[in-house]
């Protein structure tokens, strides 16, 4: 077999010198991941992302290295909320500086909107919404409504 | 016991029991009438209500206490723009207790934040209204116990909160819930999975005579006008879901039939005069659970 013809194997971005690598997402959730994060297309943070991409463990993830920022701790909860499985990466100087899971808080504040319009916590009163992490799902503490579907689509 | 009355969910089984055996306690004639003497509440409500306000202010009086008030929301510093976590900041500063209705839900949870006096809910929004709750278990308990009985409830139910706090309540004391709703005002699906998960039995029927004489208790909501489309299709349901005379021939001799009141049609005037109504007795006992709990966050 030429050296041509051969199938590429391996990840097709590359190395990033500092910053944060995000693992093992949920494969097709590294899109929400970013929104989650805030990167849109007109911040400055040099973004790559991989989706679909082989993994032992999970058949299918997703990856994103973010250059030149290192994630902070209640960024990593928030992602937890759609990709429990994730790990974070802090490089610097192209190590691995730190490596650490995800953990979904048991009360998230400030995380998600409430849907219920008429909750006290969609006003303009100095509270944030507050939610207790349950199996079933996510369970306003204010007005008892429950998010149980597309939690992506409620982060703040 | 707690500091503040919030919503039915946070109370225990034995909390519930002890508020009432407490409101029993203040429906004698052998009470303390000075109880909360040099007491003053803060009757706060940003919603019209007669009966719940009224109930408060005569239980606050029965117990020797003084209520103080806005008269109106126009009156007040919330049309200044005033959020209700600076208002309640304000008022805890005036009265031992305050007594709060507002429109929005969790709005009693967020004053509790900001409070240094003890909060009572007395309904936020389409939520809790534990008062209301703790006086339907009240009522029912005055004629037999609460535990597995066979509890029938029609009318509304998807917006009333009154009957998704009394299911809540029920559900610790292990009795049936029958649902009779017209179209589209069903119990909503999460509180239908939440009580069949906390292992209440829960059966849904499309007509009130298919269960009516198996019922101990059959609690009655409002049905309101405008949750339909036209005087017609409201004209139409109400008329198949209302409690008459003709209905009740053979149900059990010890049936209550509950309502929170204000009805507007719902149970034809004639069965008033029928042993089974209780509804003006019910209204009534918020004067003794009301007690009950402003002695309870005071005392």
Known sequence: M????????????????????????????????????????????????????????????????????????EEVDRIALIAPQAKINIIREYRVFEKKGVEIPKILRGVVRCPNPG?????????????????????????????????????? | MKNHIISIRDFTRREIDYLLEKA??????????????????ALLFFEPSTRTRMSFETAMARLGGKSISVDSVEASSIVKGETLADTIRVVSGYADAIVLRHPKEGAARLASEFASVPVINAGDGAGQHPSQTLLD??????????????????????YGRTAHSLAHALSLY???????????????????????DRGMEVIQHEDVSDVINELDVLYVTRIQRERFPDSAS?????????ITPELLGGVQEHLLILHPLPRSGEIDAAVDRLPYARYFEQSKNGVPVRMALLHEVMQ
Request: charged share 25%; proline share 4%.
């Open chain 2, 174 to 196: 292990g009795a049936a819930l029958h649902t009779i709703a017209p179209p589209g005002l069903e119990l909503p699906a999460n509180i239908l999975h939440d009580l069949r």
């Open chain 2, 24 to 41: 029993g306690a203040f429906d004698t004639r052998s009470y303390d009438r000075h109880a909360l003497d040099d007491k003053l509440i």
């Open chain 1, 2 to 73: 030429t050296e041509e013809s051969q199938p590429i194997r391996g990840l097709l971005i590359s190395p990033i010198r500092s910053g944060t690598v995000i693992d093992h997402i949920t494969a097709g959730e590294a899109l929400n991941v970013l929104k989650i994060l805030g990167i849109t297309g007109s911040t400055t943070e040099s973004i790559s992302v991989a989706t679909n991409v082989a993994s032992h463990r999970m058949g299918r993830k997703d990856i994103v290295k973010i250059e030149n920022r290192e994630l902070r701790k």
């Open chain 2, 137 to 158: 278990l009240y009522t029912i308990r005055q004629s037999m116990p609460l535990d597995g009985i066979n509890v029938g409830m029609l009318g509304d139910l998807r």
């Open chain 1, 119 to 156: 909750c006290i916590t969609n006003t303009n009163e100095p509270v944030e919404s507050t939610f207790e992490v349950l199996d079933k799902g996510l369970h306003c503490l204010y007005c008892d409504w429950w998010i149980k579907t597309d939690i992506a689509s409620h982060i703040i």
């Open chain 2, 234 to 242: 409201f004209y139409n349901v109400t008329s198949s879901y209302r």
